[in-house]
């Protein structure tokens, strides 16, 4: 039985935006992609695996580094074409750009100085921490 | 000057996944999508302005409800592919189901017995609140 991932309006791609929320925290750490196959695992595994859209793979967050994304809970929206994952963010770094969240760029400014700032220090070196 | 708008990178729709948190209690409420002429009036108004995509326009949201999202900052994700909002959701409520926000359907159940359960309850009558 599946219907509960038949309910989801997945895009033409066959694609949802997955937005992971710390559930400690509550900060926002990732907007990333899910295809069917992609929720499918991250339920049955307990950690998030979404659609790697550049790579055209699957990709089971913290396969590399080793930060992976442990699923609390799991929400779709009103109109089901969007997925929110409540979870233990694992070392505390979920961008791989070393930053514990990849929503660091922060609009600073009026008028015409308006600008992205970034507002998170890197935790740890990049390069062992993509995916 | 508009380096901040040319910062995003838009998909071959001209649109980029806009989050929304609540500032207050940290709860994501929505997730909808912006052009680059909705994010330009969401910084000028103070307000958040969507594209919906269903009614190909400019939404800007809580214009029939009265449930307006009001901007406490702006981030973009180290991609500069994702928008997050942190709002005060005005009325407390941000679905057009009438419910706090619209991700109220949580995944329950195991195996084959996985379901989306509605969690949240409906604050204001349907109708009235869509926008």
Same mark, same amino acid.
């Given at each position: 039985m599946s219907d509960w991932l038949d309910a989801i309006a997945w895009n033409t791609d066959g694609l949802a935006p997955a937005v992971a929320q710390?559930?400690?925290? %509550?900060e926002v750490l990732t907007l990333a992609w899910m295809n069917r196959e992609a929720l499918e695992r991250t339920v049955e595994t307990g950690e998030a695996t979404y659609w790697s +859209?550049? @790579?055209?793979a699957l990709w089971h967050k913290g396969? *590399?580094? =080793?930060?992976f994304q442990k699923v609390v809970e799991i929400r779709i929206d009103c109109d089901a074409d969007a997925i929110l994952l409540r979870v233990e963010s694992v070392g505390g770094i979920a961008c791989? *750009? =070393? &930053? @514990? +969240?990849? /929503? /660091?760029n922060k609009l600073e400014g009026a =008028? %015409?100085? &308006?600008r992205w700032v970034a *507002?998170?220090?890197?935790?740890e070196i990049p390069g062992k921490t993509h995916g």
């Open positions: 710390d559930a400690a925290s %509550g +859209r550049s @790579r055209k396969e *590399t580094s =080793g930060h791989h *750009t =070393g &930053r @514990r +969240r990849c /929503f /660091f =008028g %015409g100085e &308006r *507002t998170e220090p890197v935790l």
